[in-house]
C-alpha cells in the first residue's frame, strides 16, 4: 500500500480518526520504500557488473592475459554490494518498525467516526426491566458463587475465585459453548497453550503496539495469551494451508493488563485480569471472507439465543475498531442489574492484516500461486459477563436464579440456590 495505494491508506487512518498522529510515521514509510528499492536496484547494477568482471577476468586468465586491474575492480564491486547490502537491511528493519505502528484499514461499509458513529444493526429479545434487579455481584454473594475478597487476597484487585455452584456454573457454560461450536457449527477443537512467544504475539498484532498490556514472563520472551486468538490464529504460521475455510474453536483463559483501568466497570465481574473465553478462529478466500464473518457471528448470537439473553449486534465505527481489524461487530447482551448492555463478543474480519505478518497462505488449487488467507475471530462466547447476565436476567423474587434450559443437563439442576 506505501508503493501503490498510499492515498487509500490515508484514508482509512482518516476515517480511524488517527491520520494526524500517524501522517508522520506514514510519509516515513513512503520514503523509506523508495530508498528500499532504490537500494535493490543499485545492488543489482554492481551484481551484473560483478559477474560481467567476473566473466572477464576468466576469459583474460584463459587466454593469458593480463587481468589485475580486473580482480581489484571486482574487489570493489564486491565491498560495495557488502555496503548497499547493509545499508538495505538497516532500511528494511525501519520500514518493518512503521509498518508495524500502522493499523489495519478499515472497510469500506465501516462507518467512519469514533464510538458516536457505532451502529445497532440487530437487537434480539426483550431486555428485563432494571427496576428491582439486583447485581450480579449481590446474588453471587448471597448464593456464594463467587469469592472477590478472597481472591484479593490471593492475587490481587481484578481476580476471581468461582466456587460451588458459580464454579460448576463456568464449567458448564464452557463445555455447552465447545460442544455446540464443535458438533453444530463444525469447528475443529483446539486446546491451545497459554504462554507464546513474540512472534506469535506480532503475528496477530498485539505486539508490539499492546506491549505494556501484555503479561510476560521474565527472560524467556514468553507471553500470557490475551485471548485464544493468538495461538490459534498462528498455528499455521509460515505455512501454506491446503484448503480454506478452516475453523477452529478454543476455550482458554486470557490475560489482560488493562482490566478494570480508569475505576471504569471494576464491581464484580465486569472487569478482570483473568477471564474464560470460547474463541472462533476462521481462515477464509478472500472473496468469501465477508460471508465467513457473517457465519461466525451468527454462531457466537446463538449462544446467546439459546441462553435466552437479550443482545444486540454493532457494527463498530473506524474509530472504534480493534488496531488489527478491518470490520467488527460487538455483541452485547443486556444485564439489567447494572442497567446496562455489556460486550459479550467481538466478531472481526482482519482481512489479510495478520495473515502478512504471520505469513499464512493457501493455495486454492494444484500448481496455482500461493495466496495470504482472511483470518476472522470473535467469541463464542466470553464468560464473566455472560454469567453476570445470567444472574441478573434470570434472578428470582426469593434470591435464587433460574438456570436457562440448555444449561440445565450441565449443571444437573434448574435453580442456582446455594453454594452446593
Not at 577476468?57 to 560495495?80: C, N, T
Not at 469514533?114 to 439486583?134: D, L, S, Y
Not at 486468538?229 to 484448503?243: A, F, G, H, Q
Amino acid at each position: 500500500m506505501l508503493r501503490e495505494q498510499v492515498e487509500a491508506l490515508r484514508d482509512g487512518m482518516r476515517r480511524r480518526g488517527t491520520l494526524d498522529a500517524l501522517a508522520p510515521a506514514i510519509d516515513r514509510g513512503v520514503a523509506l520504500e523508495r530508498e528500499r528499492r532504490t537500494l535493490i536496484q543499485s545492488a543489482d547494477e554492481r551484481k551484473a557488473q560483478r559477474n560481467a568482471n567476473a566473466q572477464e577476468v576468466a576469459r583474460r586468465k584463459r587466454a593469458k592475459e593480463d587481468a589485475d586491474e580486473l580482480i581489484a575492480q571486482g574487489r570493489a564491486l564486491g565491498d560495495e554490494i557488502a555496503q548497499i547490502d547493509r545499508d538495505l537491511a538497516g532500511v528494511e528493519a525501519e520500514l518493518q518498525r512503521v509498518l508495524l505502528e500502522i493499523p489495519n484499514v478499515p472497510l469500506a461499509e465501516v462507518p467512519a467516526g469514533g464510538e458516536e458513529a457505532n451502529m445497532i444493526v440487530r437487537e434480539w429479545g426483550t431486555p428485563r426491566a432494571p427496576e428491582g434487579v439486583k447485581p450480579h455481584w449481590e446474588i453471587a454473594a448471597a448464593l456464594g458463587l463467587f469469592d472477590l475478597e478472597r481472591a484479593g487476597k490471593v492475587s490481587g484487585s481484578g481476580f476471581v475465585f468461582y466456587r460451588g455452584a458459580g464454579a460448576r456454573l463456568v464449567r458448564a457454560l464452557v463445555n455447552f459453548f465447545m460442544d455446540t461450536h464443535r458438533d453444530e457449527h463444525g469447528y475443529e477443537e483446539v486446546w491451545p497453550p497459554l504462554l507464546v512467544n513474540r512472534a506469535t504475539m506480532t503475528g496477530t498484532g498485539q505486539l508490539p503496539k499492546f506491549e505494556d498490556d501484555a503479561y510476560a514472563t521474565r527472560g524467556d520472551e514468553l507471553f500470557l495469551i490475551p485471548t485464544a486468538e493468538v495461538p490459534v490464529t498462528n498455528l499455521y504460521r509460515d505455512e501454506i494451508v491446503d484448503t480454506v475455510p478452516m475453523a477452529f474453536v478454543a476455550y482458554s483463559k486470557c490475560f489482560r493488563r488493562e482490566a478494570g483501568s480508569a475505576g471504569k466497570d471494576t464491581r464484580g465481574i465486569l472487569r478482570t485480569h483473568e477471564f474464560d473465553k470460547v474463541e472462533l478462529v476462521r481462515y477464509a478466500a478472500p472473496e468469501d471472507s465477508a460471508a465467513q464473518l457473517e457465519a461466525l457471528t451468527r454462531h457466537a448470537e446463538s449462544m446467546l439465543e439459546r441462553l435466552g439473553l437479550p443482545y444486540r449486534r454493532k457494527l463498530l465505527a473506524a474509530g472504534d475498531t480493534g488496531f488489527s481489524s478491518a470490520m467488527t461487530y460487538d455483541l452485547e447482551a443486556w444485564a439489567p442489574g447494572v442497567g446496562a448492555w455489556l460486550e459479550v463478543s467481538s466478531c472481526s474480519n482482519f482481512g489479510d492484516y495478520q495473515a502478512r505478518r504471520a505469513n499464512i497462505r493457501y493455495r486454492a488449487g494444484k500448481g496455482e500461486k500461493p495466496r495470504l488467507v482472511h483470518t476472522l475471530n470473535g467469541s463464542g462466547l466470553a464468560l464473566p459477563r455472560v454469567i453476570a447476565c445470567i444472574l441478573e436476567h434470570y434472578q428470582n423474587a426469593d434470591g435464587t436464579v433460574r438456570v436457562p434450559d440448555v444449561l440445565q443437563p450441565y449443571l444437573g439442576t434448574a435453580v442456582l440456590a446455594g453454594r452446593g
